[in-house]
């Protein structure tokens, strides 16, 4: 039997009567975020409880750089994901560094595990960004850390840029799974691929198989 919008016409619009999508006004942070100043490190994971957040997060390590990922609740920000670029000491990466990877713009998606994945929402960046965010305060806790899945897209200027980004981080999957605040009983799922026409590296953090 079809319903529409999840039976809750009210929290999403359901356009194709495929994918509910939350009619919910988010926000975000860039690459011009004063965060940048910061950089990112190891402890800063466990110091976000002291934030209130509730999030599960995740590196990939390579030779030129470090992607970062990170999902769930961000105390009043509500249910949010982010992805993070760095180099290897813990600098957010300036858009002349990411300019060299070949990397253009970025975009992330948000869902929530709730049957048939309903999209909470999206994210554009259309420069190079060390940084692509999304947050919603009207959803805070809508979802446990765990039953948020992001999918995030990294896009560059040439098939070269692209197919070389993805084999430095080929074969880093199961070392992503194993970070320390990737869950402690249960880690979560990371994966990553190249897109069809091989010019975006697409990022999967969660369980989307459910």
Same mark, same amino acid.
Not at 1 to 30: C, E, L, Q, R
Not at 41 to 58: C, E, K, M, R, W
Not at 143 to 160: I, R
């Given at each position: ?32 975020a004063p965060q940048r100043l ?31 990922? *990170?999902?769930?609740?961000? &105390?009043?920000?509500? +249910?949010?994901?982010? @992805?993070?670029?760095? #180099?290897?000491?813990? %600098? ?48 805070? *806790?809508?979802?446990?850390? &765990?039953?948020?899945? +992001?999918?995030?897209? @990294?896009?560059?200027? #040439?098939?070269?840029? %692209? ?48």
């Open positions: 039997m079809f319903a529409y919008a999840a039976n809750n016409p009210v929290k999403y619009t359901d356009p194709d009567g495929k994918s509910p999508v939350h009619f919910i006004p988010s926000i975000g942070w860039s690459h011009h910061f950089g990112y490190f190891n402890v800063y994971d466990p110091a976000s409880i002291l934030l209130g957040f509730d999030i599960h997060g995740t590196q990939i390590d390579v030779n030129d750089f470090t992607i970062r990922m *990170w999902k769930g609740n961000y &105390s009043f920000a509500g +249910a949010g994901c982010e @992805l993070g670029i760095y #180099t290897r000491n813990g %600098a957010a990466m300036n858009r002349d560094e990411l300019s060299s990877l070949g990397i253009v713009s970025s975009s992330s998606e948000l869902y929530v595990e709730n049957g048939k994945k309903p999209l909470i929402g999206t994210s554009k960046e259309g420069k190079p960004s060390f940084w692509t965010t999304q947050f919603h305060p009207l959803l805070a *806790w809508i979802a446990l850390k &765990s039953e948020l899945t +992001a999918k995030f897209q @990294l896009n560059f200027d #040439t098939k070269e840029h %692209a197919e070389n980004f993805f084999n430095q981080i080929a074969g880093k999957g199961d070392k992503a799974e194993s970070y320390f605040w990737n869950g402690f009983l249960n880690k979560e799922k990371v994966d990553f691929y190249l897109s069809e026409d091989k010019k975006s590296v697409i990022f999967k953090y969660g369980d989307f198989d459910k």
